[in-house]
């Protein structure tokens, strides 16, 4: 699943590509019984409202808040997109093709040598028509993406944002304030709660292994445990890998892909992240191990990286 620096690195793209351009059409596949009566796209009703408020409608510029991507129009309604696990935008010219003995329409990129047309890339599930002729394509292989329309200025109504916890690369995001949020779990193993959206927003699998790798904090360690010494390095690492995450346009050890339908990078940085059997970059003599916290995989450096319970 797309985790902070992947949803920042897409809506950084979205703003240089699609901000300013107005939406001329929206077509989408999604079509699910589940979501029959629920504001979602997946609701073929809830789609021709969806579709209502988009249409003629300028994108005025994209924020993130904890991994969800927010799409502000002019009319001052704002699209909500959770990419869950296989989702990702891209933007560019897309031409309409219809399989052989079926009836369902599926797009593709013009230019079949582009980045886009990268199997990774296929599998469009929501697309967007601009006034330039482009447009901008939501792939989505699983179809568990989230995606609706609400009023921007009834954002303090949405449940998807109200419960999120603190941004930890807001400016406000102190060693005080990470210890005041992780202490409202403090009976969580601490992998557990650094994934929990509302204690710290925006951090997953990936990203917490490297943090705590880099801490020397075992993922199994009980939150009022970790002495503060440890904590200290804990915000440290946490704000360092997930700048790093950003540097490096994100992780693609999965599906993600930016604007452009190309692969971030950071999977090539990964210091214990599925790196099962190898030795630890640290030159310990520990061996990368990998274990269930919570239902989630963990891996970590069982030299180093010390258990406190």
């Not at 504001?39 to 510029?61: A, E, G, L, R, T």
């Not at 869950?84 to 593709?108: A, D, L, N, V």
């Not at 447009?135 to 609400?150: L, S």
Request: aromatic content about 10%; some cysteine.
């Amino acid at each position: 699943m797309p985790e902070l620096p992947e949803v920042q690195t897409t809506v950084d793209g979205i703003n240089a590509k699609v901000k300013g351009l107005t939406i001329t059409d929206v077509w989408t596949s999604y079509n699910s019984p589940f979501y029959h009566g629920k504001n979602d796209i997946k609701n073929p009703k809830y789609f021709q409202i969806f579709k209502k408020n988009v249409v003629s409608q300028k994108i005025i510029s994209a924020e993130r808040q904890g991994k969800n991507v927010l799409i502000h129009l002019g009319n001052g309604y704002t699209i909500l997109t959770h990419m869950k696990m296989t989702g990702h935008f891209m933007y560019g010219k897309y031409q309409q093709e219809k399989t052989t003995g079926k009836k369902e329409i599926s797009w593709s990129p013009s230019d079949k040598n582009s980045p886009l047309a990268d199997p990774f890339n296929k599998n469009i599930r929501l697309l967007f028509s601009f006034s330039n002729g482009k447009h901008w394509a939501f792939a989505d292989t699983r179809k568990f993406a989230k995606v609706y329309i609400f009023k921007a200025d009834e954002r303090h109504q949405v449940s998807d944002l109200t419960n999120l916890g603190p941004d930890p690369l807001s400016k406000k995001f102190s060693l005080k304030i990470m210890q005041e949020r992780l202490a409202l779990r403090k009976n969580w193993k601490i992998k557990q709660a650094l994934m929990d959206q509302e204690i710290i927003a925006g951090i997953g699998n990936i990203y917490s292994d490297e943090m705590l790798w880099n801490s020397g904090i075992h993922p199994l360690s009980v939150v009022s445990k970790i002495p503060v010494e440890k904590m200290q390095k804990l915000h440290k690492s946490m704000l360092s890998v997930l700048k790093k995450g950003l540097d490096f346009g994100g992780d693609s050890t999965s599906d993600y892909r930016n604007i452009h339908g190309l692969p971030g990078k950071f999977q090539h940085k990964h210091n214990v992240y599925r790196h099962t059997g190898r030795a630890c970059p640290k030159k310990d003599g520990g061996i990368i191990t990998r274990i269930k916290v919570g239902g989630r995989s963990g891996h970590f450096c069982p030299v180093h990286q010390t258990l406190y319970k």
